[in-house]
């Protein structure tokens, strides 16, 4: 099973609402990652989690607060978002920070930000 | 910090010919190379993973090399059929142990039937 899975597939949120972007992977991988792409636009590292703990944070804003409750297992905490927020959210997993193999993404989550 | 080029920004070809996509990258320090598809609207599919240590990899119609010295990779496509029309990202993984990867813009395929 090389499969990550995200949802919802597609989210639309008020300003003021709270909502939560999911990712899941069953390979066993140890670092998970979240990357948001504008349209037409390539993917952008936003967080890397190694052994559920956060590693990199690419001085995303604290409205995204990300959360790995286990090893399978990547949420994305939404708050107070912008319109300029609207994006594909791309989650992928790979087997370990220290082991440079490759990276296996989701299919994303379709965020609008009305 | 790592930049990742794509040249061409766009292609369109009859079907049936063999093309080649570009992808140069500023710091030769990286740990791998990956190529990836994505078709409009999702996400992205993992085609090919080049190694540092690695000079090529083959799949299918697919053969991926890399000069790491200078800062480049190529992806060949082998007798293109409109099924391949997608956009092909080429990303790096630089440096250290804690790095995602860096992508570069995209070159957008068309295979014209």
């Known amino acids: 099973d090389t499969e990550v899975t995200q949802t919802p597939k597609h989210l639309v949120m008020g300003m003021t609402n709270k909502k939560s972007l999911k990712c899941e992977q069953h390979?066993?991988?140890?670092?998970m990652y979240w990357y948001k792409q504008k349209a037409k636009k390539p993917p952008e590292l936003m967080f890397v989690?190694?052994?559920?703990?956060?590693?990199i944070n690419e001085s995303v804003p604290s409205r995204f607060s990300p959360e790995c409750p286990n090893s399978s297992l990547l949420n994305l905490h939404l708050h107070a978002l912008q319109p300029e927020d609207s994006a594909l959210y791309l989650c992928a997993s790979s087997r370990g920070l220290a082991d440079p193999r490759e990276q296996y993404f989701g299919p994303g989550t379709r965020l609008t930000v009305t | 910090k790592q930049e990742v080029t794509q040249i061409p920004a766009a292609l369109s070809v009859p079907e049936g010919e063999n093309l080649v996509l570009n992808c140069s990258f500023t710091?030769?320090?990286?740990?791998?190379l990956q190529w990836f598809r994505q078709d409009p609207g999702k996400g992205l599919t993992s085609l090919l993973l080049i190694q540092s240590s690695q000079r090529e990899q083959t799949s299918g119609r697919l053969n991926a090399s890399l000069d790491k010295s200078s800062g480049r990779s190529t992806l060949y496509i082998a007798a293109s059929q409109p099924g391949d029309s997608a956009t092909y990202l080429c990303?790096?993984?630089?440096?250290?142990?804690?790095?995602?990867?860096?992508f570069g813009k995209g070159t957008h395929l068309i295979i014209q039937p």
């Open positions: 989690y190694s052994y559920e703990k956060l590693s």
């Open positions: 990303a790096v993984r630089s440096g250290g142990g804690a790095d995602g990867l860096t």
């Open positions: 710091d030769s320090a990286i740990y791998n």
């Open positions: 390979m066993g991988h140890r670092a």
